[in-house]
T-cell receptor, first 113, second 113 residues
């Protein structure tokens, strides 16, 4: 899992609550990413950030928000607007110059009931 | 729609046998990568092959790329129980300005001791 940590590993929330997933990296990577993984599907990109204080929407950004105040940290908030938030969430980072080689954290499994 | 599609969805082999997984994609790419994911964990980058390369090796892994057929294969030789995991191909490049990395749904490999 390299130098990326995600916490917690398992998270349970009631419907209607916002929840923030943590992602921290000590690899000195400029770029960071959030993916969502559902059973039988590949990863889908939620948000990405190539530099501090800047981020872009991925393919499924609706109902999610992020911030990038520090190079090491890229927290993801799953808001109550996300219709189907139960999933496995993966954070990744990469050097901008070799952005295709992404280093992944261990993931957070979010269950919303 | 997903760019990469792995085949087969699931594969079960005996330890010591070779395992071959295929990936097909739809549009032009700059490179293709393979990742491994152990159950409930993050992804680990295995190998990247560029669009102008045809074959690449890394230890017991051999990756081929046929851009005319828009397909790639991952061969794991002399498989071990520890190779049991899901394997994802990811494509990058093409018309998007970001050079988005798009993951396929994965092949689940079981290596029976």
């Amino acid at each position: 899992d390299g130098g990326i940590t995600q916490s917690p590993k398992y998270l349970f929330r009631k419907e209607g609550q916002n929840v923030t997933l943590s992602c921290e990296q000590n690899l000195n990577h400029d770029a960071m990413y959030w993916y969502r993984q559902d059973p039988g599907q590949g990863l889908r990109l939620i948000y990405y950030s190539q530099i501090v204080n800047d981020f872009q929407k991925g393919d499924i950004a609706e109902g999610y928000s992020v911030s990038r105040e520090k190079k090491e940290s890229f927290p993801l908030t799953v808001t109550s607007a996300q219709k189907n938030p139960t999933a496995f969430y993966l954070c990744a980072s990469s050097m901008v110059q070799s952005k295709y080689e992404q280093y992944f954290g261990p993931g957070t499994r979010l269950t919303v009931t | 729609s997903q760019q990469g599609e792995e085949d087969p969805q699931a594969l079960s082999i005996q330890e010591g046998e070779n395992a071959t997984m295929n990936c097909s994609y739809k549009t032009s790419i700059n490179n293709l990568q393979w990742y491994r994911q152990n159950s409930g964990r993050g992804l680990v980058h295995l190998i990247l092959i560029r669009s102008n390369e045809r074959e690449k090796h890394s230890g017991r892994l051999r990756v081929t790329l046929d851009t005319s057929k828009k397909s790639s294969s991952l061969l794991i030789t002399a498989s071990r129980a520890a190779d049991t995991a899901s394997y994802f191909c990811a494509t990058a490049g093409g018309a998007t300005s970001y050079d988005k990395v798009i993951f396929g749904p994965g092949t689940s490999l079981s290596v029976i001791p």
